[in-house]
C-alpha cells in the first residue's frame, strides 16, 4: 500500500476530463514510487506503473493530485484540477516496456469510462506544458494507444503551403494554449505527431495541426459540478 500525501481537494468542485501521461525520469521505479510519496517532493500522480506492469494507485481519483504544474491545455489553466495523472517508470531514452504498455493499456478504458475522458482529452505532459517539460518523450508509443482508440492520431493525406499564424491558430484550437511560440510549440507537436522528425516547420506540420484544429477542436467550457 502506498498512499501519497501530495494531494488534496479538487477546486471549484471540478470533476477530472484529462488524462496526463508523463514519465518518471528514474531508472529505478521503486524510487521513483517513495518520491511521489514523500511530502519533501511536493509531486504526486493518481497511478505510477512499474516496468514489470504493476499498477500502483497513489492518490485516489476524486482527488487532486499534484503532475501538471503550470501550463494549460484549451480552455484549462488549473490541469491538476481537471486531470488524472499516470506515471509510466521509464528513464526517458529507453523504449516502454511492452509489460507497461499492457497495463495502461487496462487501466485507461476504465478511467475514461468512469469519468467520460474522450481519447482527444488523453495528452503529455509534454503537449500542457510545452518547452518545460518533455515527456512521456519521443520513443512513447502514441500510435499504439491511438489503434486502440486511447487517444488520436491524424493523418492528413497533403502537405500544406507553410503559413505560420494559421499554423498558431490550429494548434491553438487544438488545445495548444500554454504557448505561443512556435519554437515552443514544434517540437511539442512533433513529440506527438510526428516523432524523431527534426527542422525547420514545413508543410506537414501545417497539415497535421489543421487536421487537429478541423477533427479535434477542444471545448472551452469549465467543467465544475
Ligand atoms: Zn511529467
Request: proline share 8%; aromatic share 6%.
Amino acid at each position: 500500500m502506498h498512499r501519497s500525501p501530495n494531494c488534496g481537494a479538487r477546486r471549484n468542485g471540478a470533476t477530472p476530463d484529462i488524462i496526463v501521461l508523463h514519465y518518471t525520469a528514474m531508472p529505478d521505479w521503486t524510487a521513483a514510487r517513495d518520491w511521489l510519496c514523500n511530502e519533501d517532493a511536493e509531486v504526486s500522480a493518481h497511478y505510477l506503473i512499474s516496468p514489470q506492469g504493476e499498477v500502483v494507485q497513489l492518490v485516489d481519483e476524486d482527488k487532486r493530485a499534484w503532475h501538471a504544474g503550470a501550463g494549460a491545455w484549451g480552455g484549462v489553466e488549473d490541469v491538476n484540477s481537471r486531470s488524472i495523472g499516470i506515471e509510466l517508470s521509464n528513464d526517458g531514452a529507453s523504449p516502454f516496456s511492452a509489460p507497461l504498455m499492457d497495463a495502461l493499456e487496462t487501466l485507461l478504458p476504465d478511467i475514461m469510462a468512469r469519468w467520460s475522458v474522450p481519447p482527444e482529452r488523453v495528452i503529455g505532459h509534454s503537449d500542457l506544458a510545452p518547452g518545460r517539460k518533455v515527456d512521456p518523450g519521443p520513443r512513447f508509443d502514441w500510435a499504439r494507444l491511438a489503434r486502440g482508440g486511447m487517444a488520436i492520431a491524424v493523418d492528413p493525406p497533403d502537405a500544406r503551403t507553410v503559413d505560420l499564424p494559421a499554423f498558431l491558430s490550429d494548434l491553438a484550437t487544438a488545445g495548444y494554449t500554454a504557448s505561443t511560440d512556435p519554437d515552443v510549440l514544434l517540437p511539442a507537436l512533433r513529440l506527438r505527431h510526428r516523432q524523431g522528425h527534426e527542422g525547420p516547420i514545413d508543410g506537414w506540420d501545417c497539415a497535421i495541426a489543421a487536421q487537429l484544429a478541423a477533427r479535434f477542436p477542444v471545448a472551452l467550457e469549465a467543467r465544475t459540478s
